[in-house]
């Protein structure tokens, strides 16, 4: 084992003499990102100073009662020039967010932490799925905001007449529904789904499309769009785009032309969902992406997972729910189901055309590549 070369995201280097609550903090700041390593006997600038002690039983006191929830850390101990260090291994947490006894959250930021805002604590409750975004009233929006030509088509699924109901019984309709909140207000799901231009009061939401002539991001632009309006304009509209813009792939047999196999309408869809359903609508400034290159497709979705989902879990069915008022809306809309089967579904028919696909869960959005163009 070789002594990291600086601090980083990370590692982090501390002189023994450190307090036990500022090794709380770095610990909570290490377990709300995506874990670390803190080398206790080493100065800030990597001189090895040593240890005069074991410290491995007070660095697991302090995860069991410094840090809420308690968690729990490795401990190996190296020598470097004659002088003892401590490797103290931070685990991602699973339980996120973590905050010290003194009830303070942190972060990792580059090579510092620093508390937590309340966004990135709003994102952090997300993913423990202790707060659900899209259940939050919008302040500045009003029933004015909301079509009620879909609200009603919505309502009639149920046998519900909701154009012939007094205005109180649309209101309590509306509340119990939670398209509106205990305030009268859209909920940022309602305003969502049967909002006339959410985008006026979420400008997060909507789909930017483009279509590269190469398979670079500098490669030149032949269509470019941006897509608003509420969730099944947007499914609906970038999907025509996609189809539009897609190239079939043929081959000459004889004199005959016959197009390659190529990927259903459900699995751009069912892609286009899922980005849509389980994005992160906390974060501002960043759309969902669409990027058509000659090779590939790409979804991005603003957000991580949620704390306990990976990967490998997500590609043999299992599900969550970001916003689970969206998931309701959008199974009771027919474009989805809540059985997991979609991410599945898309693997499979990848496979079965030979195309690769990667889900790529990094930096704070979740990305999925796939392959339309085989060897």
Known sequence: MKLPETENQYIEFKAEQVSSSVMAEEIVAFANAEGGEIWLGVEDDRKVAGLSRCYEEYVMNIGRTGVMPPIILGYQEYVFDGQRVARIIVPKGVDRPYYTSKNRYYIRVGSTKRIASREELIRLFQASGLFHYDIIELQLASESDLNYSEISDYFTRYQIEF????????RRLLQASDVLGKQAHPTVGGLLIFGIAPE???PQAGIAFAH??????????????????????????TLAAIKANLPIASTLQG????????YSDKVFRELLVNA???????????QIRVFLFEDRIEFISPGRLPNT???EKLIVGTSYARNPLLVRFMENLGYMDKLGRGLPMVYREAKML????????????FRVILEIKGE
């Open 163 to 170: 154009t012939t109901e007094s205005e109180s019984e649309k």
């Open 255 to 262: 004199t005959k032309r016959v197009e390659s196999p190529h």
């Open 200 to 202: 006026r009061f979420l």
């Open 354 to 365: 030979g195309r690769n696909i990667d889900f790529i869960d990094e930096g704070e959005a």
């Open 309 to 311: 989902v990976t990967v």
């Open 276 to 286: 849509c359903v389980h994005r992160n609508y906390s974060i501002t400034g960043s």
């Open 212 to 237: 590269f002539k190469g398979c670079e991001m500098n490669a030149d632009l032949l269509d470019k769009k941006f897509f608003g309006g509420n969730l099944p304009r947007q499914v609906d509209n």
